[in-house]
C-alpha cells in the first residue's frame, strides 16, 4: 500500500554529481525511517545513508563527507545528494522506508531501483 517511486539516476564522470529523490505516496500514516541502498554486481547489498523522522543521519563510511541524506516530510521525499563520485560508487541504488500505514499496519517498503554509473 506505500509505494516508493525513485528517480536521478543516470551516467556521470569521476568527480561528479548527482541527487537521487525517493518520494512516498498511499496509506501512511507515519514514516519513520528513509534510507538509501545500494548493490553492485556481484556484491551485497549495503546500507549507504539512513535518516530517521527525527533527523539523525547515519553514512556507510565510504560516502561520508560526499554523499548527504535528507528529507522532506511534508512531501514524504528523501533525497541523497552524491558529490565527488567514484567509479566504486556505481551501483542500482534503492530508496527504502519504514513506517505506519494509516490502517495502523507496520510497512517496509523499496523502490525500484535507479542505475548510477560513475564512469569515464
Known amino acids: 500500500q506505500v509505494q516508493l517511486v525513485e528517480s536521478g539516476g543516470g551516467l556521470v564522470q569521476p568527480g561528479g554529481s548527482l541527487r537521487l529523490s525517493c518520494a512516498a505516496s498511499?496509506?501512511?500514516?507515519?514514516?519513520?525511517?528513509m534510507g538509501w541502498y545500494r548493490q553492485a554486481p556481484g556484491k551485497q547489498r549495503e546500507l549507504v545513508a539512513k535518516?530517521?523522522?527525527?533527523?539523525?543521519?547515519n553514512y556507510a563510511d565510504s560516502v561520508k563527507g560526499r554523499f548527504t541524506i535528507s528529507r522532506d516530510n511534508a512531501k514524504n521525499t528523501v533525497y541523497l545528494q552524491m558529490n565527488s563520485l567514484k567509479p566504486e560508487d556505481t551501483a542500482v541504488y534503492y530508496c527504502n522506508a519504514g513506517g505506519i500505514t494509516s490502517r495502523w499496519t507496520i510497512f517496509d517498503s523499496w523502490g525500484q531501483g535507479t542505475q548510477v554509473t560513475v564512469s569515464s
Open positions: 498511499g496509506s501512511i500514516r507515519s514514516i519513520g525511517t
Open positions: 535518516i530517521n523522522n527525527g533527523g539523525s543521519t
